[in-house]
Structures are given as structure tokens and as C-alpha cells.
């Protein structure tokens, strides 16, 4: 159906028939949409978790392996280098087989090689095995994200996208809750394996709770499967639906071939802007926020705790406590996204995001370079990891995971997600890997200003190819009328 033209009538109920796209849209957010959300969103949660435990890990597998710098940097970055794979080449298959078959697949990945973890006998393995765990959670990426913007309703949804993406945060307390549990029971150099094991338990309950997910009615509509997407449709709209030439349409034609894995139409001139916009300043939020993130407490370590006469495992716990501490900080700037983002817009959050990470991870370096040092300048310390988890949160780490659910295609989406989840990933890795090796080289305060320039390019990329989602519908500012607006800037 297109712009004002009126819906057809049900001949059995009497009732207007709504295309599909536009029926989701206008739905009110309703008990379906809150458990499909929550089943999708949980997957998110197990990166988190991940993202904190490893962290906790890392001083324990290089003392019980005897790591490198480089070594501890590779296991790090082993499991987001899977997810780079994951999300940048297995998930377009999203795109194609459907979001549902994904859904069943990434989980039974992530419990196998969580469990093969355990039992890891020197680095290499460990990096094995991390890497292919990262293929499961970099799948769950894409998909978990395009399955919510897809049944969401465009009143909303840029907050209950964010939401989802909050769901990291819970993973995140969860890993500092387990790393200090499991440190204080276990006060052992092996109880990295119970750590990085214990992710098992919440995958397990999310696959039993995900049988029930119904595929995306998007997705259906434009495969061919028009009954099962009008009976989901209609469930989750509480209205008679129709699909219609609108919704069947598709941006690009279906890829074969290795063209499955690497979708061309990203890359094309009506495309190319979004692919810049969404997988640019994603990439260079994730070196700061896996950096930074993953080494908190090995850089409290260097700045505040190092040099007291206390034993290692004393001193990781140290460290452990004071990070979890500060991760308290994360939930807060989630609710601040989730609270502004429909309000305020994608743009400005991201934007400010930017910029108060910039502001927070010079103070940290300053702290570091005041006499005395930043053991002096405890305070200063607290309140630039407090700030810097804050803006993170409240701006780019929640906006650019829900921009590239909006701005791309139905068709393409998984796999315009995917990219861009894909670099910014490689930027996890890169911010990871290379971490602990110039932490050693250059310094701290060198190495914070260092990922402070790179918040400041987010920020210039997101203020030049901006387009704000707000207050439009998933097909206009996605697919349907992409042609049109490509060419143009959109307003902030």
C-alpha cells in the first residue's frame, strides 16, 4: 500500500486489513512483544558477561600459563575475533535462512566451547577455543538485533532497542559478581576455568527459553511465507493484516554464493553512506570500550593498587572489587539512554556519549601525569571511570548497536548489522590485543589520550553521515524509501 492510500476491508470480519509493515508499526507494545524482546535480548546479556569475565581471567591464565604480554593480549582478543567472523560473514545468513534458525544455533555453540574452555591445557587452545565461542556471541549480534526492530513498534523502539543492548550491562554485573564469588571461595590461580565456565549456565536456560520464538513476520513476508507471516503478524498487532507489494519488496536481489556471506548491496552508492555511518564510529567506540573495559582492572592495578605489599590473588581481588564497584555506573548510563533516546534522538545521545568519554579518559591520563601520580589522585580516578561508563552507556555503546537495526532494509539488515557489529568487533580486538603491549611501551597516560583521539573521531564521523531514526517508521527510514534519502544529509 502506498502513501495515502486506505486499507483493504476483511470481507469476513468486517474489519480494515493494514499491510504488514505498517500494522507492526502502529501495534501497541503488548505481552508478545515484551517476551519476543526479552528472548532476544538475553542472548546480549552472555556477552556481557563474557566481555567482564575474561578480564577477570586474564591475570590468572597468564600466571597459571605463564603468558606474554602479547600472549594475554591474544586471548583477549580471541573470542572478538570470532565475533568479527560471526557477525561479518555468518551473519548475513540471517538474511537468508531466517532469524529463527540463527537463534537455535549460536547458543549450542556458545555452551560446547564454553565447556571446552574448562578444559583448555595451554594458551593456543585456550585462543581456540575463545575464538570459536566469539563466533557464537558475534552471531547473536545481528540477529538479536534486527529480530527486535522488526516486531518493535516505531513508537518506542529506539527505547526498547537500547534496552535490549542494556541487557550487556546485566551480563556484565553478572561477571563481576561471579569473578569475586568465585575468587573469594577459590582463591587459586586455576579458578579462571570455573569463571569462564560458569557462561554455560545462563546459555542453557536461554536455548530452552528460545524453542518457543516465532520467526520474524518481515522476514516471512519477503521469503515467500505470507500465511505463517500474517498469523505472526496479527498476533503481535491484535489486527487483521494483509501482505502486501510494500512489504514483499526487497533492496537487493538475494545472494548466492560466497555473495551470501559478504553482501554487495552494503557497498553500493544508495548504501554506502549508512555502512559508513553505522560501522565507523562503531568500530572506534569498541577499541575505548574493550580497551578500556577489559583492562579496568588491570589498569586500576597499575594506577592505584600496584606497589602494596599484598599477594597477587589479594591484589587481582583488589582490583576485581573496585571494578565491579565502578560498573555500577554502566546500568545508570543505560538508563539514561533508555529514558532519552525516543526524547532527545540517536544523534544527540551519541554525540554527547562521545564527547564525555573524550572528557573522561583525559582526566584519567591527567590523574596519571599530577604529581604524585594517580595513587594521589584516587578521586580523580573514581569520578573518570565513573563518567567515562556513564557516557559510554548513555551514548554510543547503546546507539550504535540500535542505529544499524533501523537505517538498514528488512532484507539486508542481518547482514548491514553484521558488518557493522563485524568492525566494531575488529576494533574490540585491536583495542584488546594491542592494550596491555603499549600499557607496557608508552604508559598509561600516553595510551589513554591515545584512545581518547579515537571518541573524538567517533564523534566527527557521527556529526558528518548522521541520520536520525527518531520518530520514523522502520521502512521509511530503512529500505523502502532509501533511494530517496541516500543522496542527502538528514537534519540533526
Not at 412 to 431: E, N, P, Q, T, V
Amino acid at each position: 500500500m502506498t502513501a495515502g492510500s486506505t486499507p483493504e476491508a476483511d470481507t469476513d470480519s468486517g474489519k480494515l486489513r493494514l499491510p504488514l509493515g505498517i500494522a507492526l508499526d502502529r501495534a501497541k507494545f503488548g505481552r508478545l512483544h515484551r517476551a519476543f524482546w526479552m528472548l532476544a535480548a538475553l542472548g546480549i546479556m552472555l556477552d556481557g558477561f563474557d566481555f567482564f569475565i575474561i578480564g577477570v581471567a586474564n591475570p590468572l591464565i597468564a600466571k597459571d600459563f605463564g603468558a606474554s604480554a602479547a600472549e594475554t593480549g591474544l586471548i583477549s582478543a580471541a573470542a572478538i575475533l570470532g565475533a568479527v567472523f560471526g557477525a561479518g560473514l555468518l551473519g548475513p545468513l540471517g538474511d537468508r535462512i531466517g532469524r529463527k534458525k540463527i537463534f537455535r544455533f549460536d547458543l549450542i555453540l556458545f555452551v560446547v566451547f564454553s565447556l571446552l574452555c574448562i578444559v583448555a591445557w595451554d594458551v593456543w587452545s585456550l585462543v581456540f577455543f575463545r575464538f570459536m565461542l566469539g563466533v557464537a556471541v558475534g552471531l547473536d549480534y545481528p540477529i538479536a538485533a534486527s529480530y527486535m526492530a522488526e516486531i518493535l513498534p516505531s513508537k518506542g523502539r529506539g527505547r526498547w532497542l537500547v534496552a535490549g543492548f542494556a541487557m550487556q550491562a546485566v551480563g556484565i554485573l553478572l561477571g563481576a559478581v561471579v569473578g569475586v564469588v568465585v575468587l573469594s571461595l577459590l582463591p587459586e590461580v586455576f579458578s579462571w576455568r570455573v569463571m569462564l565456565g560458569f557462561g554455560v549456565i545462563p546459555a542453557l536456560v536461554i536455548i530452552f527459553l528460545r524453542r518457543g520464538v516465532p520467526e520474524s513476520p518481515r522476514w516471512l513476508a519477503q521469503n515467500g511465507h505470507e500465511e505463517e507471516a500474517v498469523e505472526v503478524a496479527e498476533k503481535l498487532a491484535g489486527c487483521p493484516v494483509e501482505v502486501t507489494a510494500e512489504d514483499r519488496r526487497r533492496s537487493a536481489p538475494v545472494p548466492e554464493g560466497l555473495k551470501a556471506f559478504i553482501q554487495p548491496a552494503l557497498f553500493k552508492r544508495n548504501m554506502i553512506r549508512r555502512t559508513i555511518f553505522t560501522a565507523g564510529p562503531w568500530f572506534l567506540m569498541d577499541i575505548a570500550t574493550y580497551g578500556v573495559g577489559i583492562f579496568t582492572p588491570t589498569l586500576i592495578a597499575a594506577m592505584v593498587v600496584s606497589g602494596a605489599d599484598t599477594t597477587f590473588i589479594a591484589d587481582d581481588l583488589a582490583s576485581i572489587e573496585a571494578t565491579a564497584l565502578l560498573d555500577i555506573f554502566l546500568p545508570v548510563g543505560f538508563a539514561i539512554a533508555i529514558l532519552l533516546v525516543d526524547r532527545a534522538g540517536r544523534i544527540p545521545l551519541q554525540l554527547t556519549g562521545f564527547a564525555g568519554m573524550t572528557v573522561a579518559l583525559c582526566l584519567l591520563a591527567v590523574a596519571e601525569l599530577l604529581p604524585g601520580g594517580a595513587d594521589s589522585h584516587l578521586a580523580l580516578v573514581l569520578v573518570g571511570f565513573a563518567l567515562f561508563n556513564t557516557f559510554m552507556n548513555a551514548g554510543p555503546n547503546a546507539t550504535t548497536f540500535a542505529l544499524p537495526a533501523e537505517v538498514f532494509p528488512s532484507d539486508i539488515r542481518a547482514a548491514g548489522h553484521g558488518f557493522a557489529a563485524a568492525c566494531a568487533k575488529l576494533g574490540a580486538a585491536i583495542g584488546v590485543f594491542f592494550f596491555p603491549i603499549l600499557l607496557n611501551d608508552i604508559g598509561t597516560a600516553a595510551l589513554l589520550f591515545v584512545v581518547a583521539g579515537c571518541t573524538t573521531l567517533g564523534f566527527a564521523i557521527t556529526a558528518i553521515f548522521r541520520i536520525e531514526p527518531k520518530g520514523r517508521s522502520l521502512d521509511e527510514v530503512s529500505g523502502q524509501q532509501a533511494a530517496s534519502i541516500a543522496a542527502r544529509m538528514t537534519p540533526p
